[in-house]
């Protein structure tokens, strides 16, 4: 074979294996599902303020130093018919936007508010799946950056939740 022949045989292996590796970065990035980002709606239920909560609710603050975000949520977790009442509130005190979820002892999510922004609350949140009296949950509060959306941290408090009218 001749040095001109060589050089074409390895100039037409590169292209080949250029259009291969191509083709594949196209098609794994169309598979792969995770190249768009759909950020979470906010509550259509907020409510500005601070909410008026029974004390029976144990409605209490989620804050340690150092955290970036200060929630208020209720430790006595009340189904009333097909929504939790948890009284979820984001306290303002700092630029942050919270979102809730209940989990079951599966790690499942049963229950989840939209966005609430600095100031704003829920009284409840819609369950997904049929609850048992004094099922364990987890009730997973996550904050989030306004508009970029850069996770600020996470809390999860476990408690149960107990069917009967709420307060």
Same mark, same amino acid.
């Given at each position: 074979?001749?040095?001109?022949?060589?050089?074409?045989?390895?100039?037409?292996?590169?292209?080949?294996?250029?259009?291969?590796?191509?083709?594949?970065?196209?098609?794994?990035?169309?598979?792969?599902?995770?190249?768009?980002?759909?950020?979470?709606?906010?509550?259509?239920?907020?409510?500005?303020?601070?909410?008026?909560?029974?004390?029976?609710?144990?409605?209490?603050?989620?804050?340690?130093?150092?955290?970036?975000?200060?929630?208020?949520?209720?430790?006595?977790?009340?189904?009333?018919?097909?929504?939790?009442?948890?009284?979820?509130?984001?306290?303002?005190?700092?630029?942050?936007?919270?979102?809730?979820?209940?989990?079951?002892?599966?790690?499942?999510?049963?229950?989840?508010?939209?966005? $609430?922004?600095?100031?704003?609350?829920?009284?409840?949140?819609? $369950?997904?799946?049929?609850?048992?009296?004094?099922?364990?949950?987890? $009730?997973?509060?996550?904050?989030? &950056?306004? &508009?970029?959306?850069?996770?600020?941290?996470?809390?999860? $408090?476990?408690?149960?939740?107990?069917?009967?009218?709420?307060?």
């Amino acid at each position: 074979m001749t040095k001109k022949a060589g050089l074409a045989a390895a100039a037409v292996v590169c292209v080949i294996s250029l259009a291969i590796m191509t083709a594949a970065l196209i098609l794994c990035n169309k598979n792969s599902g995770n190249s768009v980002f759909t950020p979470p709606p906010f509550e259509a239920e907020a409510v500005s303020g601070t909410p008026d909560v029974p004390d029976e609710s144990g409605w209490s603050e989620i804050y340690q130093a150092g955290m970036e975000f200060k929630a208020y949520v209720c430790g006595n977790v009340i189904a009333d018919g097909d929504s939790a009442v948890v009284y979820f509130t984001n306290s303002g005190d700092f630029d942050v936007w919270l979102k809730l979820r209940i989990l079951d002892e599966n790690g499942a999510v049963i229950g989840e508010s939209g966005l $609430l922004k600095p100031g704003e609350y829920v009284k409840s949140v819609p $369950l997904t799946s049929d609850i048992t009296d004094e099922e364990a949950v987890r $009730l997973k509060i996550m904050a989030y &950056e306004p &508009e970029t959306y850069y996770s600020v941290g996470t809390v999860t $408090l476990n408690t149960t939740i107990r069917k009967g009218e709420s307060q």
